[in-house]
């Protein structure tokens, strides 16, 4: 039986960093070095993600733009999936360390700017910077995990990177409460602060980074597909800004015309573009000929879309309709994130032992489109420990996605490919969560503006609601303030009710008797959201189904595929081929696969093509199998 080769690496010429052997494994101490460089960059942007998501209503009604709150969120995913596979194709080339740096680098002038912002467009304009570091913070991490770690060891240490995102989730709520609840922090408004912490955590990431993050890396002489991105922006951007602005300039209007058709001339030319390119491209196609590939893809799309739609409106009722503060609001979302950790764990330990994984993002787009056709029946007198439980369900489904996904494209491609299949499955996931994150507030607030006028229109049959005209209780300003807008709302086209979805801090003040039609037309408008969720991750569970069954890459398997990539680069760079073999390596080597480490006696030397050494990589482990049940029926020992 094969030992994990992670944990002894074979003794190199004296004074030679292991870091800088390509074809040894590292050891278990030297991927701990760099994992603590990786979760640094990590923390920065998981940490931010969950202070902001606290914190985003009272940042909207302080600025004024509630009801555009969307653009916040919506600008940095624009930005962050656009770039992240130009993080993943570049550092193929050029390596990880200098992009991770620069990451961090630019999200940190993004947090700053974000401090300065006067409006919901600033601030928006501000997040889409962010997003620019954002979308090679996690892309790369989880490429350097692929680059150094075989398929089933990774989940060993999953648990790092899910300690990074425990401790933000509950970290992040409690300080973005913080924040967002004062006025003032020496002399700056509270909320602001929220962006300004990122800065000395970042500072801190740099240094970590710079000490700890090294890695070999064998240069590939390629062309950047610069026009693949550009292509890539203009067929994104404004499909992206249609699904926000639609509810607004009206879905057949002229405005929206415009965007349809300047989208799908963009991303008819990233097609035209990345057939060109071939192996150049930014995104290659030849890469979703891979089936595992292609399924993961789409279903990574409606996971993302309902993922993000759902996340995003679930903080908006918590602290709307059930009155939460920001603090409080994150901590009730704790069963999500308790959830998820759950089924990350608990999917990757397994897989582990058994590298298999298909079952598990079955199971999760099922537990995924469940949870949120319970979403869909929470309203306004919902109890919120009924909401929780379906959190805990929604986390793990979650959880049984994240990881395996992830593991099944990583685990389909050669490792040269690593870096680019990465950030397929990441810009994928984040193209689904843009749109959902878009459509689904756009959907929430159309209806809102809808569900709310009719609830107070109803309302005036009830009794309690009509006292409370008579003799409110509570803030009389306030009070006197919203009856005089709902008096003059028959005249006035309903503008009093358009001003309480650009601030809703009122919903607190007033007697909770004018409050409750408020809410339930809130809460109707949220149950439209969900409702159209559950049939999009609906979706997701049929896609699941067509995932191949395919084990994951043993030790063994994934150390000689890189080798042999490592040899191929070399090859096509014009250099000799770097070796690090032992004595232990001839037996491999020599029944080794001709087109997985180099060119066969007496025939064409295939390594330099990227399909066949794809190929090889994808039929290796019954091979690996093969030759271990040889070398134990011969007496030779595995390493």
Same mark, same amino acid.
């Given at each position: 039986?094969?030992?994990?080769?992670t944990a =002894?690496?074979?003794?190199g010429?004296?004074?030679?960093?292991?870091?800088?052997?390509?074809?040894?494994?590292?050891?278990?101490?030297?991927?701990i070095t760099?994992?603590?460089g990786?979760?640094?960059?990590?923390?920065?942007a998981?940490?931010d993600?969950?202070i902001?998501?606290?914190?985003?209503?009272?940042?909207?009604?302080?600025?004024h733009?509630?009801s555009?709150?969307?653009?916040v969120?919506?600008?940095?995913?624009?930005?962050?999936t656009?770039v992240?596979p130009?993080?993943?194709?570049?550092?193929?080339?050029?390596?990880?360390?200098?992009?991770?740096?620069?990451?961090?680098?630019?999200?940190?002038?993004?947090?700053?700017?974000?401090t300065?912002?006067t409006?919901?467009?600033?601030?928006?304009?501000?997040?889409?910077?962010?997003?620019?570091?954002?979308?090679?913070?996690?892309?790369?991490? /989880?490429?350097?995990i692929?680059d150094?770690v075989?398929?089933?060891?990774?989940?060993?240490?999953?648990?790092?990177f899910?300690?990074?995102?425990?401790?933000?989730?509950?970290?992040?709520?409690?300080?973005?409460?913080?924040?967002?609840?004062?006025?003032?922090?020496?002399?700056?408004?509270g909320?602001?602060?929220v962006?300004?912490?990122? @800065?000395?955590i =970042?500072?801190?990431?740099?240094?970590?980074?710079?000490?700890?993050?090294?890695?070999?890396?064998?240069?590939r002489?390629?062309?950047?597909? &610069?026009?693949?991105?550009?292509?890539?922006?203009?067929?994104?951007v404004?499909?992206?800004?249609?699904?926000?602005?639609?509810?607004e &300039?009206?879905?057949?209007?002229?405005? =929206?015309?415009?965007?349809?058709?300047?989208?799908?001339?963009?991303?008819?030319?990233?097609?035209?573009?990345?057939?060109?390119?071939g192996?150049?491209a930014?995104?290659?196609?030849?890469?979703?000929?891979?089936r595992?590939?292609?399924?993961?893809s789409?279903?990574?799309?409606?996971?993302?879309?309902?993922?993000f739609?759902?996340?995003?409106?679930?903080?908006?009722?918590?602290?709307?309709?059930?009155?939460?503060g920001?603090t409080?609001?994150?901590?009730?979302l704790?069963?999500?994130?308790?959830?998820?950790?759950?089924?990350?764990?608990?999917?990757?330990?397994i897989?582990?032992?058994t590298?298999r994984?298909?079952?598990?993002?079955?199971?999760? $787009?099922?537990?995924l489109?469940?949870?949120m &056709?319970?979403f869909?029946?929470?309203?306004?007198?919902?109890?919120t420990?009924?909401?929780m439980?379906?959190?805990?369900?929604?986390?793990v489904?979650?959880?049984?996605?994240?990881?395996?996904l992830?593991?099944?494209?990583?685990?389909a491609v050669?490792?040269?490919?690593?870096?680019?299949a990465?950030?397929?499955?990441?810009?994928?996931?984040?193209?689904?969560?843009?749109?959902?994150?878009?459509?689904?507030?756009s959907?929430?607030f159309?209806?809102? $503006?809808?569900?709310?006028?009719?609830?107070?229109?109803?309302a005036?049959?009830?009794?309690?609601? /009509?006292a409370?005209?008579?003799?409110p209780?509570?803030?009389p300003?306030?009070?006197?303030q919203?009856?005089a807008g709902?008096?003059?709302?028959?005249?006035?086209g309903?503008?009093?009710?358009?001003s =309480?979805?650009?601030?809703?801090?009122?919903?607190?003040?007033?007697?909770?008797?004018l409050?409750?039609?408020? /809410?339930?037309g809130?809460?109707s408008?949220?149950? $439209?959201v969900?409702f159209v969720?559950?049939?999009i991750?609906?979706?997701?569970?049929?896609?699941?189904?067509f995932?191949?069954?395919?084990?994951?890459?043993?030790?063994?398997?994934?150390?000689?595929?890189?080798?042999?990539?490592?040899r191929?680069?070399?090859?096509q760079?014009?250099?000799?081929?770097?070796?690090?073999?032992?004595p232990q390596?001839?037996?491999?080597e020599?029944?080794?696969e001709?087109?997985? @480490?180099?060119?066969p006696?007496?025939?064409?030397?295939d390594?330099?093509?990227?399909?066949?050494?794809?190929?090889?990589?994808?039929d290796?482990?019954?091979?690996?199998?093969?030759r271990?049940r040889?070398r134990?029926?011969?007496?030779?020992? /595995?390493?």
């Amino acid at each position: 039986m094969a030992t994990d080769t992670t944990a =002894a690496v074979p003794a190199g010429p004296p004074g030679e960093d292991q870091f800088d052997r390509p074809d040894a494994p590292l050891t278990h101490r030297q991927i701990i070095t760099i994992l603590i460089g990786l979760m640094m960059g990590m923390f920065l942007a998981a940490l931010d993600q969950t202070i902001v998501a606290s914190s985003i209503r009272t940042i909207a009604d302080d600025l004024h733009g509630l009801s555009a709150q969307a653009w916040v969120t919506t600008a940095y995913l624009i930005t962050s999936t656009i770039v992240t596979p130009l993080y993943g194709k570049l550092s193929d080339i050029y390596g990880r360390k200098p992009f991770f740096l620069f990451a961090i680098s630019i999200f940190t002038i993004g947090s700053m700017l974000c401090t300065l912002a006067t409006s919901i467009g600033t601030l928006a304009t501000y997040r889409a910077i962010q997003g620019l570091g954002a979308g090679g913070l996690f892309a790369l991490a /989880l490429a350097i995990i692929g680059d150094i770690v075989p398929p089933r060891e990774r989940a060993k240490y999953q648990g790092y990177f899910l300690a990074v995102f425990g401790t933000s989730s509950v970290l992040g709520p409690v300080i973005g409460g913080f924040f967002a609840g004062q006025s003032t922090i020496l002399g700056i408004t509270g909320w602001r602060w929220v962006f300004l912490v990122n @800065v000395p955590i =970042a500072i801190a990431a740099l240094f970590v980074v710079t000490r700890t993050l090294h890695l070999h890396h064998v240069r590939r002489d390629h062309r950047i597909d &610069w026009w693949g991105a550009v292509m890539l922006t203009v067929g994104l951007v404004p499909l992206l800004i249609v699904a926000e602005q639609g509810r607004e &300039w009206g879905w057949g209007s002229t405005n =929206a015309l415009l965007c349809y058709g300047i989208g799908i001339l963009g991303v008819a030319g990233f097609f035209v573009v990345e057939r060109a390119m071939g192996e150049e491209a930014l995104i290659p196609l030849r890469l979703f000929q891979i089936r595992t590939v292609g399924v993961a893809s789409i279903a990574s799309v409606f996971i993302g879309m309902g993922m993000f739609g759902g996340l995003a409106a679930l903080p908006l009722y918590l602290q709307i309709v059930k009155g939460a503060g920001p603090t409080q609001a994150g901590l009730l979302l704790l069963p999500l994130t308790i959830g998820i950790m759950f089924g990350s764990i608990l999917s990757g330990q397994i897989i582990s032992r058994t590298g298999r994984y298909r079952q598990y993002p079955i199971i999760g $787009a099922g537990l995924l489109a469940a949870s949120m &056709w319970g979403f869909h029946y929470i309203g306004a007198d919902t109890a919120t420990w009924i909401s929780m439980i379906i959190m805990v369900f929604f986390g793990v489904g979650l959880g049984f996605n994240f990881q395996p996904l992830t593991l099944a494209v990583q685990n389909a491609v050669s490792p040269r490919d690593i870096g680019v299949a990465t950030s397929s499955a990441t810009f994928t996931r984040q193209i689904g969560g843009t749109l959902g994150t878009a459509i689904f507030l756009s959907i929430l607030f159309s209806k809102a $503006a809808e569900n709310i006028p009719a609830a107070y229109n109803a309302a005036r049959q009830s009794p309690d609601f /009509l006292a409370a005209l008579q003799d409110p209780q509570g803030n009389p300003a306030a009070n006197a303030q919203f009856i005089a807008g709902i008096k003059s709302a028959a005249t006035d086209g309903g503008a009093a009710f358009n001003s =309480a979805l650009s601030d809703s801090s009122f919903v607190q003040k007033i007697d909770p008797r004018l409050a409750h039609p408020y /809410l339930e037309g809130f809460s109707s408008s949220m149950q $439209a959201v969900f409702f159209v969720a559950t049939f999009i991750l609906l979706a997701a569970f049929a896609v699941t189904w067509f995932l191949p069954r395919v084990e994951l890459r043993s030790n063994e398997a994934f150390h000689e595929a890189g080798a042999a990539d490592n040899r191929a680069i070399a090859g096509q760079n014009g250099h000799a081929p770097v070796s690090a073999s032992t004595p232990q390596d001839a037996p491999l080597e020599q029944d080794a696969e001709p087109a997985l @480490v180099g060119a066969p006696s007496g025939g064409s030397d295939d390594s330099g093509d990227p399909a066949a050494v794809t190929s090889a990589v994808e039929d290796y482990p019954a091979r690996s199998r093969k030759r271990g049940r040889h070398r134990m029926e011969h007496g030779e020992k /595995l390493h």
